[in-house]
């Protein structure tokens, strides 16, 4: 593998090489934004949705975009040709940049914009096979999860509580409802039914979210938006995550008690199996 590129302030450079100043805000107060975008045969996959929702954080924090979407679509093709392997990711993250340290918004200050690739990170085929295992704890981030912050210290403490029980993710209920987990959108099957809680600030809309909408209605299969209890969750015939990187992906073991039958059920593998072919028609025909 060649060593990596990455993209920093308008300069391609090798990944070790690039450099931020200590004062960056992104660095002192976590004040940026970011995007992490899937890539399959070093084509991105629905990368405008990607690029909306970074507008979106952009402007729900007070930044402008630093480019726009064909020069953002540029830089991502360069690190996708200059970056091995094929399937990669792409992390984005712009933040308000270099200023002394003062919470107030510094004036004229230029954002960091920087972005680098890493290998797809598949998700291995015993864990496809036998399912994920989660736990649950209560979601104590901020009440602005619907903004990709870059500010991550609830999530990434939500993460390490699985981690250290040798699990693949934490599903986080706020008063008794299911909103999302540490990284991913979290989907419960009930009688036949996908349910998905409603798409407010305290999640945030996975680009998956609108996706396995139309990966269900080519299955067939009805989507309910509406809030879901901690108690479906825990009685669900099915539990299901979706993530740029997990893609769609089956948790079969709860807080140490089985979902459902304990394998990945009929609904996971018919929606694994439409988000397959959808990603192979249009990386064929982008
Ligand atoms: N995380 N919810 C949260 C809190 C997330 O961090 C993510 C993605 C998702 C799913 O969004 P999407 O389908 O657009 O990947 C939902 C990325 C992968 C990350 O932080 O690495």
């Not at 953002?72 to 993250?93: E, F, H, K, S, V």
């Not at 706020?174 to 036949?192: F, I, K, P, Q």
């Not at 304990?262 to 988000?275: D, E």
């Amino acid at each position: 593998m060649r060593p990596s590129l990455c993209y920093l302030n308008g300069a391609f450079v090798p990944l070790d090489e690039a450099r931020v100043s200590v004062l960056d805000r992104g660095f002192i107060f976590g004040d940026g934004v970011y995007e992490v975008v899937p890539a399959y045969a070093r084509r991105p996959f629905r990368l405008d949705a990607h690029l909306a929702r970074l507008g979106r954080s952009l402007s729900t924090v007070g930044l402008g975009n630093p480019l726009d979407c064909n020069q953002w679509a540029a830089l991502l093709g360069r690190l996708l040709t200059d970056n091995d392997p094929a399937d990669q990711c792409i992390y984005m993250q712009v933040t308000r940049g270099v200023a002394r340290r003062d919470h107030a918004f510094p004036p004229n200050t230029v954002p960091t914009v920087f972005a680098y690739s890493f290998p797809f990170p598949h998700v291995q085929a015993g864990l496809r096979e036998k399912g994920a295992s989660a736990v649950t704890l209560p979601d104590m981030r901020w009440l602005s999860a619907h903004v990709k912050s870059i500010s991550l210290l609830g999530s990434v403490l939500a993460r390490q509580a699985s981690a250290e029980v040798g699990a693949q993710e934490t599903i986080l209920i706020r008063d008794g409802w299911l909103t999302e987990a540490s990284s991913s959108n979290v989907w419960v099957v009930r009688h036949g039914q996908l349910l998905s809680p409603p798409m407010d600030h305290l999640k945030l809309e996975g680009v998956r979210v609108a996706l396995m909408d139309e990966l269900a209605a080519s299955t067939g299969l009805a989507v309910r938006r509406r809030p879901v209890a901690e108690w479906e969750l825990r009685c669900a015939d099915e539990v299901l995550l979706t993530s740029a990187t997990k893609e769609v992906l089956a948790v079969t073991l709860l807080d140490d008690r089985p979902v459902g039958a304990g394998l990945p059920g009929p609904v996971y593998a018919a929606l694994y199996a439409a988000y397959q072919s959808i990603k192979r028609a249009e990386l064929h025909t982008s």
